[in-house]
C-alpha cells in the first residue's frame, strides 16, 4: 500500500456495524444470501427493496431475534455475535418496528421502560422517576401524551411516538426505523425528521427502512438495495435516481404507477345518512356506486377509520341510516356486515387483520367455511385450493400455503388479509390504508387487483393518506376532518392542494 493510499484509508469514516456476507435460510426459502450492510455514526442508510427482498430478516439478525447461518457482524470494529434480543439490546441496537410492539393494558410510561426501568431505594422501581423521565422522553418526540394514560386509549400514530421515546430510552449505537413515518401526519413526520437529524448528531448510526422515496432522498445519506434475498446495489444517495434505486429494486423498469382504468358505474349499491358517533365522527352521508371507488382522505385523527370500523360493525354508531340496493339495513356486527356482502381490510394488518401464528390457507378460508366444510368437518384440500384461487391473483410470495402468516413480510400479510375477504365474495370492499409499509412492486398488485375488481361491478371504498394513490387510483374523492365531511371532489377538482387545504381546514378569502 502506498502513503497516499494509507493517508486515504484512514480519511475513510470506519462503520460502527459492517455485516458481510451474511446468508440466512428457512425450509424452502434462503431469505439472505451473502448479503452486506454498513451502517456510519452520524448518518442514515436506507435499506431498500419489496417485500420479501430480506428486509425484515436483516433487521432480526441484527437485532438478535435470528442468527445468521454464515457470514459475520462487526461492532466498532470487532466481531460478535447476537445470541439474543436482550444482548443486541445490551450491544445498544435498537429497533423501532412498523408495527408497534407494545402492550395495551400497561400505561405509557411502563411501555417506555419495560425492562429498563429506573430503580429507587431498596432496588425496587421509582414509578415517579419513570414518569418524570417518561415525560422528558414524549417531550423529546413531540408527543402530547399524558404518561400515565393507558395505552390502549392512544390512536396508532401516538403508540408508534411511544415506541420511539421507549427506543430513545436506551444508550444506543445503532437505531434501526422500519417504516416509522406508516402511521404519522405530515406535521409528525417532519417532527420525525428533525428528531433523525438530532440523533445523527448525536453519533447515532440510523439504519432508515421505507418504501417512501421521497423519504429516502429527504433523510438518507447512503443507500443499500436487496433484491430476492441478496445485494443489488449499494452506495451514497446523491450519486444515485429514484429511477435507479426502482430498477435495483425489481430487477426492470417500472414505469406506470396506476393502472389504467375506464369506470364504468353502475347503480347506487351503499347508501349511508347522517351517520354519527358520540366522540368519533358525525353526520357522514354519501352514496356508492358498483363499480365505483371512492377515495376517502384526511390528516390523522380525521375520524375516516373509526368511521369504517362503524360501518363493518366493530363499534356501534348512534344515529344514522344505511341502505343497500335502496333497502334500510341495520349492520350491528362484522357478521351482519359479511352478510350483506360488507368486508372491510384493516388499516392494522398485523393484529385486527389476520391470526399470525396460523397457516395462511387457514387464514385466508376462515370467513368462508361455509364453502369448504366436508359434512361440517375441516376439509383442507378445499381450503388450500380456495386460498390458492386468490393468493395466486395477488402474487403472494411464501414457501407455501401452510406458512404461518407471522414468518411472512408485511406486504405479502396485507395480501393474506385482502384474499380472505376476495373469497367471501363482496360486493363492496372497504380497503383501509392497503398499500401501507409495502414496496412499489406490492402496491402495483394492490392497485392492478383493486381497479380490477372495480372493472367487475365491486364497489370499493379506499382510505388512504397517501395523495398519489388518492389521485391515481379514486373516481372521487371524500375528505374529512375533525370527524366530518369537509369536501367531496370530482376527479378534475383532486389536485394535492385542493385535497391538502380541505383535509387541514385551509380556506382562501
Avoid at 452520524?42 to 428486509?55: C, F, M, Q, R, S
Avoid at 461492532?75 to 408497534?100: C, D, P, W
Avoid at 421507549?166 to 417504516?179: F, T
Avoid at 375520524?303 to 370500523?309: K, P
Wanted: glycine residues 8%; hydrophobic residues 40%.
Amino acid at each position: 500500500m502506498t502513503l497516499n493510499q494509507s493517508a486515504s484509508a484512514l480519511s475513510q469514516p470506519q462503520p460502527v456495524m459492517a455485516i458481510s456476507n451474511v446468508s440466512k435460510s428457512f425450509p424452502g426459502v434462503k431469505a439472505l444470501n451473502q448479503v452486506s450492510l454498513e451502517l456510519y455514526a452520524g448518518e442514515v442508510t436506507a435499506l431498500i427493496g419489496e417485500n420479501g427482498a430480506g428486509k425484515s430478516t436483516m433487521v432480526k439478525v441484527l437485532t438478535g431475534i435470528y442468527q445468521p447461518d454464515e457470514g459475520e457482524i462487526q461492532l466498532n470494529g470487532v466481531k460478535t455475535t447476537f445470541h439474543s434480543a436482550h444482548a443486541a439490546a445490551n450491544a445498544g441496537i435498537t429497533a423501532i418496528h412498523q408495527e408497534t410492539v407494545l402492550f395495551d393494558e400497561l400505561s405509557v410510561a411502563e411501555n417506555i421502560f419495560l425492562g429498563n426501568a429506573p430503580k429507587g431505594r431498596f432496588g425496587l422501581i421509582s414509578t415517579s422517576t419513570m414518569r418524570q423521565q417518561a415525560r422528558a422522553l414524549l417531550q423529546r418526540v413531540n408527543a402530547n401524551i399524558n404518561p400515565d394514560t393507558p395505552l390502549r386509549e392512544l390512536g396508532i400514530a401516538n403508540k408508534h411516538l411511544v415506541a420511539v421515546a421507549r427506543a430513545l430510552s436506551v444508550d444506543s449505537k445503532v437505531v434501526i426505523m422500519d417504516e416509522p413515518t406508516a402511521a404519522l401526519s405530515l406535521k409528525e413526520i417532519e417532527e420525525l425528521y428533525t428528531l433523525i437529524n438530532q440523533l445523527k448528531q448525536e453519533g447515532k448510526a440510523i439504519l432508515f427502512i421505507s418504501h417512501k422515496f421521497e423519504e429516502i432522498f429527504a433523510i438518507a445519506d447512503r443507500y443499500a438495495v436487496y433484491r430476492d434475498g441478496e445485494m443489488a446495489g449499494s452506495g451514497h444517495i446523491d450519486t444515485a435516481s429514484q429511477q435507479e434505486l426502482v430498477n435495483m429494486m425489481v430487477g426492470r423498469p417500472v414505469d406506470q404507477v396506476f393502472p389504467p382504468r375506464q369506470p364504468t358505474h353502475g347503480k347506487a349499491l351503499l347508501r349511508v345518512e347522517g351517520y354519527s358517533h358520540p366522540t368519533e365522527f358525525a353526520n357522514i352521508s354519501f352514496t356508492l356506486k358498483q363499480g365505483e371507488i371512492l377515495g376517502f382522505y384526511g390528516l390523522v385523527g380525521a375520524g375516516r377509520t373509526e368511521f369504517m370500523q362503524s360501518l363493518f360493525g366493530i363499534t356501534k354508531h348512534t344515529a344514522g341510516k344505511v341502505f343497500i340496493d335502496a333497502e334500510e339495513i341495520e349492520i350491528n356486527t362484522p357478521g351482519q356486515a359479511i352478510a350483506r356482502g360488507i368486508v372491510y381490510v384493516p388499516e392494522d394488518r398485523g393484529h385486527h387483520g389476520t391470526i399470525s401464528n396460523t397457516p395462511i390457507f387457514h387464514n385466508v378460508s376462515l370467513p368462508s367455511l361455509g364453502k369448504t366444510l366436508k359434512r361440517k368437518l375441516l376439509n383442507p384440500p378445499a381450503e388450500l385450493s380456495l386460498t390458492r384461487t386468490f393468493t395466486e391473483r395477488l402474487e403472494l410470495r411464501a414457501a407455501a400455503l401452510d406458512q404461518q402468516v407471522n414468518k411472512l413480510s408485511g406486504g405479502n400479510q396485507q395480501k393474506v388479509v385482502i384474499s380472505k375477504w376476495l373469497a367471501t365474495e363482496p360486493r363492496i370492499i372497504i380497503l383501509d390504508e392497503p398499500t401501507k409499509g409495502i414496496d412499489i412492486g406490492s402496491k402495483a398488485a394492490v392497485h392492478q387487483f383493486t381497479a380490477e375488481l372495480a372493472a367487475k361491478g365491486m364497489a370499493v371504498i379506499l382510505v388512504s393518506s397517501e395523495i398519489p394513490e388518492i389521485i391515481g387510483m379514486s373516481d372521487r374523492t371524500i375528505v374529512m376532518r375533525d370527524g366530518r365531511i369537509c369536501a367531496e371532489l370530482s376527479k378534475p377538482e383532486m389536485t394535492p392542494e385542493a385535497l391538502v387545504q380541505a383535509a387541514a381546514g385551509i380556506t382562501h378569502a
